[in-house]
């Protein structure tokens, strides 16, 4: 690490971003997977637990209405899409590692809180700040996680974590199954008890991420070389890991990004990428949240399933999402980003299709939903994750947190507010047409990103993220 003298500007040479993609698989990683993968499984677990007492809330003291309980569920995507954009400015201006404890804070107490909520308006706010500390960890943990693991590993990883959503979603739903179990515990105590999970599950993560790092390409981009350097040394001897001898070196002359960068890096310099980006987030967003936050719904609704037993028709859900990224996670890196990312969209697409025309004309039982479902969901996890991944890799370091927190938001405004609300009105209706027409809006959705994807998607695996998209401040 040297600096070449400059009373104004000094530049910075490094092979810090060299040596962390070249290293082995190892207990660092591992322990960044457990320490800031832990977001998704509190997302799963939220989401999961919010469908699964939905039947619950309305003849519990709170006499939420089916619109009510879908307008919670878009106030909680309403505050992650808030999170999102704060926590990203504010992990791209003070650190990854900051932001760690301050929306793992936030959540904790918000879902704490949802617990006391005593009308419908208390519950909608808990749910919004709830929310936005879950959005704030999507955008400082995912542009963590792209910065520390090596590149080669960079796609299966990225997909498997945020398919631990899943694992969160099964939690929630045995959860749920448990503390609403007919006798066990009055209604009105269970799901109360339900939201003391992800409060519980958390504290223990807090302690975890004391063992974590700054990000090194962070630092460099601050001019804090020599602090990035030691914290690869630390962790090259944690490996016992040797430095390559022919590792490429960048140069850097640091600087802080300003909202215009984000502007010109969005716009000018990578549109194709921003199209992208915007196409995919929307797509899932409406796809997921518009059918997974009113699924217990539509149990009860069409299929009477009582409001106690909906947790067991969500594990089979679960364990087909999470499976999914987990099995084709290793193709997003050895075939390539493009062509499993259009293929996960398109077939998503058509099979929920299908399962819109199934459920319309009455030829699935409880069982079969679910079924559907998970066949579904198996490639849809997958084409989900892929979109945190396609817009975490796609722009320059200094502004990446920014970045997807500003494609989330917009992703999930467009797509994935409006949804659950639709959907909760569809299913007030007490008809099959008008969901089975919102399941094929989905669809449409899906199969439209797909062929973007294709034609625009940039091709991504085994790449440094240097060389996908140029810092900023990277000096000649």
């Known amino acids: ?281 929307a797509a899932q967003a409406f796809f997921y949240n518009a059918i997974f936050f009113t699924y217990a719904l539509v149990l009860a609704r069409f299929f009477d399933v009582p409001a106690d037993r909906t947790g067991l028709y969500i594990l089979p859900f679960a364990a087909g999402n999470f499976l999914g990224p987990l099995v084709l996670g290793r193709a997003f890196d050895l075939i390539g980003r493009r062509v499993m990312i259009a293929s996960t969209y398109a077939i998503s697409g058509v099979l929920l299709a299908i399962t819109a025309l199934l459920f319309v004309n009455g030829m699935l039982t409880a069982a079969g939903q679910t079924i559907a479902w998970t066949v579904v969901f198996f490639f849809a996890s997958a084409a989900a994750s892929s979109a945190y991944l396609t817009v975490s890799e796609s722009f320059p370091l200094e502004i990446r947190a920014l970045a997807i927190a500003l494609f989330y938001a917009v992703g999930t405004g467009l797509g994935g507010i409006a949804g659950p609300w639709l959907f909760g009105t569809l299913i007030g209706t007490g008809a099959r047409e008008p969901i089975a027409i919102g399941y094929g809006v989905g669809a449409a959705l899906m199969i439209i990103a797909a062929v973007i994807e294709a034609k625009l998607g940039p091709d991504a695996e085994r790449k440094a993220l240097e060389d996908l998209a140029p810092p900023l401040s990277r000096a000649a």
């Not at 749910?127 to 299966?156: D, K």
Request: charge should be positive.
């Open 1 to 281: 690490m040297r600096a070449e003298p400059s009373a104004a500007d000094p530049i910075i040479e490094t092979d810090v971003p060299a040596r962390l993609d070249a290293l082995g698989w190892g207990r660092f990683h591992t322990l960044v997977i457990a320490a800031l993968g832990i977001t998704w499984i509190l997302d799963g677990l939220e989401v999961t637990l919010a469908g699964s007492i939905g039947a619950t809330l309305q003849t519990s003291s709170l006499h939420l209405s089916e619109s009510q309980i879908g307008l919670s569920a878009s106030c909680y995507l309403a505050g992650a899409v808030l999170g999102a954009l704060i926590f990203g400015w504010l992990a791209d201006r003070f650190g990854r590692k900051r932001l760690f404890y301050a929306t793992l804070g936030l959540y904790l107490a918000a879902t704490a809180a949802t617990a006391f909520s005593f009308d419908a308006a208390s519950f909608a706010f808990f749910r919004f700040l709830t929310g936005a500390g879950i959005g704030g960890e999507y955008t400082a943990i995912n542009s963590a996680i792209q910065e520390l693991i090596p590149a080669r590993y960079r796609g299966r990883t990225d997909l498997a974590v945020n398919g631990s959503f899943w694992l969160g979603a099964a939690g929630g739903a045995l959860g749920a199954l448990i503390l609403l179990q007919a006798g066990l515990l009055p209604p009105d105590l269970g799901w109360r008890l339900a939201f003391g999970i992800g409060a519980v599950l958390g504290l223990g993560i807090l302690f975890l991420r004391r063992y974590l790092p700054e990000s090194p390409r962070w630092l460099l981009t601050h001019g804090r070389a020599d602090e990035a350097d030691r914290v690869l040394l630390a962790i090259e001897r944690s490996m016992r890991a040797i430095p390559p001898p022919d590792r490429a070196r960048l140069r850097l002359r640091p600087h802080s990004a300003r909202l215009t960068d984000v502007a010109k890096s969005l716009v000018r310099d990578y549109p194709q990428r921003t199209t992208v980006g915007l196409a995919l987030m």
